[in-house]
């Protein structure tokens, strides 16, 4: 039986994501700091460490096709509203597509669908870290030291990193959260089923 509770907690990081790309002042730093890492929090409590392939063939229907289509159409949307963007030219587009997002800055299309590749490719990491590790304290350890390396590596060359690679990497701390969760924390059906009604 599906769980409402994880279906509320992605309701409130959507509505945080569409704020958050809707003000851009203080505002922004009531939500940047927690909705995305409560996507992957999620993801992380329903992750089960399966062989890399897989993960890879999960992830890859879950993810990147969704990832292709979302970014064809919104691709589609520009030409039709006549956004005349210099650099709307096939080449570029395909590159950005190609590189996931791309990091590109000469790139109107940065960041379209980030999410769906750094997800992809943190299952994919964390799936290698739970395959190669012989306990949760090693798991934790890799955790931690993949997540800091993400984050020093992508603030000084993120632009120039591929497939939200940097952004994948910092994720996999909060992956781990959310399995940690999964092993650690009951969130039974029936004693939330009363949020149903409060909305």
């Known amino acids: ?99 996931g997002g791309g990091n590109l800055d000469f790139s109107p299309y940065y960041g379209i669908g980030w999410f769906f590749i750094a997800l992809f490719f943190s299952h994919i990491i964390y799936g290698i870290i739970h395959k190669y590790s012989k306990s949760v304290t090693s798991v934790t350890m890799w955790s931690i030291i993949v997540s800091c390396m993400g984050y020093i590596i992508g603030t000084k060359y993120g632009r120039y990193i591929p497939f939200q690679l940097s952004q994948a990497c910092i994720s996999i701390i909060f992956l781990h959260i959310g399995y940690l969760s999964s092993k650690h924390l009951s969130i039974p059906i029936k004693s939330h089923q009363w949020v149903w009604w409060s909305i």
């Open 1 to 99: 039986m599906r769980n409402p509770v994880f279906d509320i907690m992605k309701f409130v990081a959507i509505i945080a994501m569409i704020v958050g790309h809707c003000v851009h002042d203080w505002r922004l730093f009531l939500v940047y700091p927690w909705h995305m890492p409560l996507f992957f929090i999620v993801s992380g409590y329903f992750f089960k460490p399966l062989n890399i392939g897989t993960i890879i063939k999960q992830n890859f229907q879950r993810l990147i096709i969704p990832y292709f289509i979302s970014s064809i159409l919104v691709i589609c949307g520009s030409y039709i509203l006549n956004d005349n963007n210099a650099y709307t030219d096939i080449s570029t587009i395909s590159l950005t597509l190609l590189l």
